[in-house]
C-alpha cells in the first residue's frame, strides 16, 4: 500500500509569518508529485506538478522544492495572509500506475 | 484549464436510498475521476471513467455500489447506492488535461450525509 504522508496535519500562523509544510511518499517508482490547495466549499486549485528531483517551483508568495531521491516535498508560504487560509494537498503519482494517491493535508489558519 | 461542475452542491439523504452526482465539464477530455474524502480521510480514488468503455474501479469500491455512466466526453454520473452513514463524504469529480504529469481540475464536491 502506498503512503503519503503530510505534517503537520493543522497550523495556526499570524498574518506576516512564513511557513513550511511537508508532504513524504514513496522513493521508488516516482513519476510526479502534486500540490493542491483545497478551499472549503470550492474546488481543489492546482498549485504546483513537480516531476524532476531537485525541481524548484514558484506562484508568488508559494514555492516548493522536491526530492524524489529521499521522497520528500517541501511547500513554503513566504508573508502568509489570511486568503492563504486553506487545506494543502499534496498527491504522488507512481509510474507503474498513473493515479494519484493523496496526503491527508496540512490545514492552515492564518490570523489577521 | 477545464472548468468542472457539480450537481448537487450538498443533499442530506436517508439511508437505504440512492444519490445520483452529476459532473460536467466545458471542455471535452477522455480521463475522468471519482474521489471521495471521508471525514478525516485523503481524497481516495474511486474509479477512473473514460467515454465508450465501462468505468475501471479501484480496490474496495464495486460497481454494484457506485455505478457510473460516462455517456459523452464532456459528462458523467456518479451514483451511490443503497446509501449508509458510511456513505457521508465529499464527492469530487475530476479531469486529466494533456499527459500523466500533466495537472487534474477537479469540481467543487458533492457533500453527502447520510442519517
Not at chain 1, 493515479?99 to 491527508?104: A, H, N, P, S, T
Not at chain 2, 451511490?80 to 504529469?101: A, F
Request: glycine share 8%; proline share 5%; aromatic share 10%.
Amino acid at each position: 500500500i502506498l503512503n503519503v504522508e503530510q505534517s503537520p496535519q493543522s497550523l495556526h500562523v499570524q498574518e506576516g509569518d512564513s511557513t513550511n509544510f511537508t508532504c513524504s511518499f514513496p522513493s521508488s517508482n516516482f513519476y510526479a508529485l502534486h500540490w493542491y490547495r483545497w478551499e472549503t466549499a470550492k474546488s481543489p486549485e492546482a498549485l504546483f506538478v513537480m516531476t524532476l528531483n531537485g525541481d524548484e517551483k514558484k506562484k508568488g508568495r508559494i514555492s516548493a522544492t522536491l526530492n524524489t531521491k529521499e521522497g520528500y516535498s517541501y511547500l513554503y508560504i513566504k508573508g502568509s495572509q489570511p486568503e492563504d487560509s486553506a487545506t494543502y494537498l499534496c498527491a504522488f503519482m507512481g509510474s507503474n500506475t498513473g493515479k494519484l494517491i493523496f496526503g491527508q493535508g496540512t490545514t492552515l489558519q492564518v490570523k489577521p | 484549464s477545464a472548468v468542472i461542475s457539480q450537481k448537487p452542491s450538498r443533499d442530506i439523504c436517508q439511508r437505504g436510498t440512492s444519490l445520483t452526482i452529476q459532473c460536467q465539464v466545458d471542455s471535452q477530455v477522455t480521463m475522468m475521476f471519482w474521489y471521495r474524502q471521508q471525514p478525516g480521510q485523503s481524497l481516495t480514488l474511486i474509479a477512473t471513467a473514460n467515454q465508450g468503455s465501462e468505468a475501471t474501479y479501484e480496490s474496495g469500491f464495486v460497481i454494484d455500489k457506485f455505478p457510473i455512466s460516462r455517456p459523452n466526453l464532456t459528462f458523467s454520473t456518479l451514483t451511490v447506492s443503497n446509501m449508509s452513514p458510511e456513505d457521508s463524504s465529499i464527492y469530487l469529480c475530476s479531469v486529466e488535461e494533456g499527459g500523466r504529469s500533466d495537472t487534474q481540475y477537479f469540481g467543487p464536491g458533492t457533500r453527502l450525509t447520510v442519517l
